[in-house]
């Protein structure tokens, strides 16, 4: 009864529940146009995942796998049946494959050409982590697919699930369920740390699946995929949350009739990559002043990519801002003194030296 | 969906929402909390006290409230100039016993008694005006001391003269008239009072040294800096506040005759308490003969009635005391927080349904291009904002700019500039009269014309207040876009009386019809509004019959066309009910057709937003208004279309990169000008089977 009261007094007061702030940007997080100045930028439309598999760059891009040449361009390595939704190396030699129609299969290495499909219910794998024995899957949503996400979003679902896979044996078995769109997966010591998107928080699932701790809440974006790096780890952010958005989350008779009405490219919703075109939502600071458009202009997508340390606490950000090019990040990995960058909004995987990332940011 | 969409109209219809914010921004509102306590005063004590509203019991109070409200009257003048009076309860002794003492004691007469009365009062004023204003010590405490040594000089002359007063019965029917006479059955010292509240309600805002003291109180130190002399200013209120006290002790000594120790004592904070409680702040700047007159009705009615209803005087100034605090409390609290709740609720959106939008793709006549990819730029990075382009007959260009320039590029190269005239505020629409001026709509400022040499001349900055309008709608606050009639009548658009230029783009969020368009006739000067709620009303532009212009409304997506003479007379048709973005400018093309603006484009999202006006308000107050949807204005076009309504053609930047924001065009010898109000260049695009040789001028002004 009190609950339901304080919940109308701060619908009523926008306190609380209903508060519609974000954070700011700040700390490690401080704006900064690193992504947009790498050197090295090689463009692959809808680049979504990167892995390497024997030493090779390679990316995830619509139904197919590129491989990185020296010379910087793509040569297309295979082509499924399906759209590929995400990539992961396991062992040296060998990489998981992760397919729209659920299944998960294996190029290389010990287990080349096994195939797994664990659950009928998997339909939206969004991240995959693979140790010496065992694969982990994040199903971002129960009821979407992962393309779907903008979608699972204004439902305000929290139906996703983490899965183990036996590679040995085939066998699955759900870890964790009730997360809302976990899309990256990070083995840590006994357990693993989950990117809680919807929640804009990193969680740890203890060996029993039951979250034990939140390493790190409030982001100022949706956390995405994590991978190792030489010190702690890489998280993307695939997009900002904006007091808008917030907003519209709370305004459920809006929300309906927006994903009944309205096409869905030109929802009031985060994005990849904004400002394509002229449907979509355009928001006060937006508004290009003497031609042009501010850097800290209201948007809905935006790059930006974190070095955690061993702790799971931001270090460093590489960022590309509103009026960047480097929009949508969806997989970041760190190989041999290089950070690589994969921004899905823009179809384009940047290249930066870890020694332009100066030291702690923080 | 239909359903709650209908009812979301009805309830938007109905319920005029937008006042609610306009009522706030008026200062009288100040006083809605003191009148509420006023009707709750007179309900309670009314109806616990039997015969409260008879004549005896009201004639009474109003004859004590008569010298009561001159008090705090004084009190408010030194209040609002930011001091304060404490000495009005001995100033009001002394007064009473002065004017006993010289009409008995010393027999003068009548007449005299009160002159020296007020001297009196008006001498110890100008001591605490000396004291205060010129030397400059703290108010409260100089007027405390006074308190003290006038109340020791009223108990020196109470010990030496009261038997004498007592003993002697002044024979003037004059004298008792003051304190017990009627006007038109209306007690002697309620007139006085009402007629000085009237006074100095008069002199407060219609004066300029009641602004003067207002200012003073407001701020000192800028009423100082603007020329203001505050020290001469402070010390005459203290003369007056010290006058009206003593002429409230004139009246009190006529009504009860007798001079006693207890005359006036605890009188300041009883006035006190009634000119706070009222709403005039204690720190000056803020307040009213009205609030004056609440607040001491208010403090009246309670000490009379707690009198009468038997509570003790203990309990009785406990109770004033407990008041006071309150009223100093909400006071404070209602200062700080008025505006925060004004710029949480100004913004009150309504229901705005439009109609579905065409396609920019494919068949439709609004089809992407990339027509404007040609379109070259004039003063690239040299030019802020130009809103509206005119070419006179020479070619050179005339824009306005953001800090109110009216600049000219020369022809041929138009690599020159120089600033034609400076107008001070924000130059939008323009267009040539027969005589060769520039007619100029100037946001912030009204209609202006720019003779050839480049004088800058008012021609109407106010039009018809509307009787039941809140806000003052008289002044022109977003002039917008003019064309002129053949016969020299100025019609021009105000976009909307409820914002300012900064914020056009705010009155998307309301989509009400807040704007009008206006006729400015300068055959007799007037200036008269003609049609009233539109919603944001832009471009204007006379059609080819003389009868009649084109108007653009840009929140509602529509164009329409509006006689103004002939038999079609006040009609208005639409013309083109349902444009895929916001049209802004309209002017003449070359051969009988229109060039329109479009300022932007419709977005699904917030075109579905504008039936929830629910949601918009929502939006307004909960989030920054950085980060509030906007209308679509990064990407224009600019459309070609007849009288008919028929769209002939579109031109398109299609990636927005060559000639972001279009808000005007102007076509002149076969070329296209292009404006754009948050942009910073003006376009120049070669049209291809056009007139080479038409100018806006021959079509307008040659023919007749």
């Not at chain 1, 390497?52 to 491989?67: K, Q, R, T």
């Not at chain 2, 959106?349 to 939008?357: G, N, Q, R």
Request: aromatic share 8%; net charge neutral.
């Amino acid at each position: 009864m009190i609950g339901l009261l304080s919940r109308t007094f701060d619908n009523l007061l926008g306190r609380g529940e209903a508060a519609v702030t974000v954070p700011p940007l700040d700390g490690a997080l401080r704006p900064n146009r690193l992504l947009d100045t790498a050197r090295s930028r090689m463009p692959l439309p809808d680049v979504d995942c990167l892995a390497f598999h024997d030493s090779v760059l390679v990316a995830s891009a619509g139904s197919d796998i590129h491989a990185a040449l020296p010379d910087g361009r793509w040569m297309l390595r295979r082509t499924y049946g399906s759209p590929v939704v995400c990539i992961a190396s396991v062992g040296p030699d060998g990489l998981a494959v992760a397919l729209d129609s659920g299944y998960v299969v294996i190029e290389g290495g010990p287990f080349d050409g096994r195939r797994y499909r664990v659950d009928p219910a998997i339909r939206c794998i969004t991240a995959i982590a693979a140790t010496s024995d065992a694969l982990y899957l994040a199903n971002g949503s129960a009821t979407n697919d992962a393309g779907e996400w903008q979608r699972d979003l204004l439902e305000r679902n929290a139906s996703g699930s983490v899965w183990r896979i036996d590679l040995g044996s085939g066998a699955g078995t759900r870890i964790a369920s009730g997360l809302a769109w976990p899309c990256g997966i990070a083995p840590e010591g006994n357990g693993l740390v989950v990117s809680e998107a919807w929640r804009h928080r990193l969680v740890r699932l203890d060996a029993g699946g039951t979250v034990d701790r939140v390493m790190l809440a409030d982001l100022p974006g949706y956390p995405g995929r994590l991978s190792p790096a030489a010190d702690g780890w890489w998280l993307s952010l695939f997009a900002p949350r904006s007091q808008l958005v917030e907003f519209v989350l709370r305004e459920p008779v809006y929300r309906r009739r927006m994903m009944a009405e309205v096409a869905q490219p030109f929802w009031v919703a985060p994005k990849l990559r904004s400002g394509r075109s002229y449907y979509e939502p355009l928001q006060g600071g937006g508004v290009k002043h003497l031609g042009l458009l501010k850097p800290w202009a209201p948007t809905m997508s935006f790059g930006l990519c974190a070095r955690l340390d061993r702790a799971f606490q931001p270090r460093v950000s590489l960022q590309s801002r509103a009026d960047g090019a480097t929009h949508g990040v969806t997989s970041v990995i760190e190989h041999d003194g290089e950070i690589i960058v994969a921004a899905r909004g823009d179809g384009v995987v940047a290249r930066i030296p870890l020694s332009d990332v100066k030291g702690d940011a923080a | 969906m239909a359903a709650s969409d209908t009812i979301a109209r009805w309830r938007y219809r109905i319920v005029p929402d937008h006042l609610v914010g306009e009522i706030l921004t008026k200062r009288w509102v100040d006083n809605a909390i003191p009148f509420a306590i006023l009707l709750i005063v007179i309900g309670v004590f009314g109806s616990l006290i039997p015969d409260f509203f008879g004549a005896a019991s009201i004639s009474n109070l109003s004859r004590q409230w008569g010298e009561f409200s001159l008090i705090v009257l004084a009190l408010t003048i030194v209040m609002v100039a930011g001091g304060i009076d404490l000495s009005v309860g001995s100033v009001f002794a002394l007064g009473n016993i002065v004017a006993l003492g010289l009409l008995s004691v010393a027999g003068w007469p009548v007449p005299a008694v009160i002159a020296a009365t007020l001297a009196c009062g008006a001498a110890v004023g100008l001591v605490n005006g000396l004291l205060v204003g010129y030397l400059r010590l703290r108010a409260f405490l100089t007027t405390l001391v006074t308190l003290i040594i006038v109340r020791a000089v009223v108990d020196m002359l109470l010990l030496k003269y009261s038997v004498a007063i007592a003993a002697v019965y002044p024979d003037s029917d004059v004298w008792y008239y003051l304190g017990e006479g009627y006007v038109l059955g209306v007690p002697f010292s309620v007139v006085v009072a009402v007629t000085l509240a009237i006074v100095l309600h008069l002199f407060l805002s219609r004066s300029r040294a009641g602004w003067h003291v207002l200012a003073v109180g407001g701020s000192r130190r800028s009423a100082h800096n603007v020329g203001i002399p505050v020290r001469r200013v402070i010390c005459s209120t203290y003369v007056v506040s010290g006058t009206l006290a003593a002429l409230a002790g004139a009246l009190f000594a006529s009504r009860l005759g007798g001079a006693g120790a207890d005359t006036g004592i605890g009188l300041e904070i009883a006035a006190l308490t009634a000119a706070v409680l009222g709403g005039n702040s204690l720190g000056g700047g803020r307040g009213s003969a009205a609030k004056a007159v609440i607040g001491s009705v208010i403090v009246m009615i309670m000490v009379n009635s707690l009198v009468r209803l038997g509570v003790t005087s203990g309990a009785n100034s406990l109770l004033l005391g407990a008041v006071l605090l309150l009223a100093v409390a909400i006071d404070v609290r209602w200062l700080k927080n008025r505006h925060k709740f004004l710029s949480k609720v100004y913004v009150s959106p309504t229901y705005s349904e439009l109609p579905a939008a065409p396609a920019t793709s494919g068949a439709s006549a609004y089809a992407l291009n990339d027509r404007l990819r040609s379109v070259e730029a004039i003063g690239l990075d040299r030019i802020d904002g130009p809103e509206d382009v005119i070419l006179d007959e020479d070619d050179n260009i005339y824009v306005g700019n953001r800090t109110g320039d009216i600049v000219r590029f020369l022809a041929p190269d138009y690599v020159r500039q120089e600033v034609f005239a400076h107008t001070g505020g924000r130059p939008l629409g323009m267009a040539f009269a027969r005589d060769g001026a520039l007619l100029v709509c100037i946001g912030g400022m009204g209609l202006y014309r720019i003779g050839r040499d480049g004088t800058v001349a008012k021609l109407t900055d106010e039009t018809n207040r509307s009787w039941l309008s809140i806000i003052d709608d008289s002044r022109l606050r977003l002039a917008d876009d003019l064309d002129i009639a053949p016969d020299g009548r100025v019609f021009f658009s105000e976009a909307t009386v409820r914002y300012e230029m900064h914020e056009w783009p705010v009155d998307c969020l309301e989509s009400r019809g807040n704007g009008r368009i206006i006729c400015y006739d300068p055959n007799t000067g007037s200036t008269r509004t003609v049609l009233k709620n539109l919603v944001f009303p832009n471009g204007i532009c006379m059609t080819h019959d003389g009868q009649s212009f084109l108007f653009a409304e840009t929140w509602a997506c529509r164009v329409s066309r509006y006689w103004f003479d002939g038999p079609k007379r006040g009609t208005v048709e639409i013309v083109i009910p349902d444009l895929p973005g916001y049209p802004d400018n309209i002017n003449r093309a070359s051969d009988g057709s229109y060039w329109l603006a479009l300022v932007g484009i419709r977005t699904p999202s917030l075109d579905l937003a504008l039936k929830m006006p629910g949601f918009r308000k929502r939006m307004a107050r909960r989030i920054a208004p950085d980060e509030w949807m906007y209308p679509n204005i990064n990407t224009g076009c600019v459309v070609r279309f007849d009288e008919t309504g028929r769209v002939i053609e579109t031109l398109w930047d299609s990636g927005g990169e060559n000639h972001p924001m279009i808000t005007s065009m102007r076509e002149h010898k076969g070329h296209l000008y292009i404006g754009g109000i948050l942009n910073n260049r003006v376009g120049r695009l070669k049209l291809d089977g056009m007139d080479p040789e038409w100018t806006g001028q021959s079509s307008y002004w040659s023919q007749s």
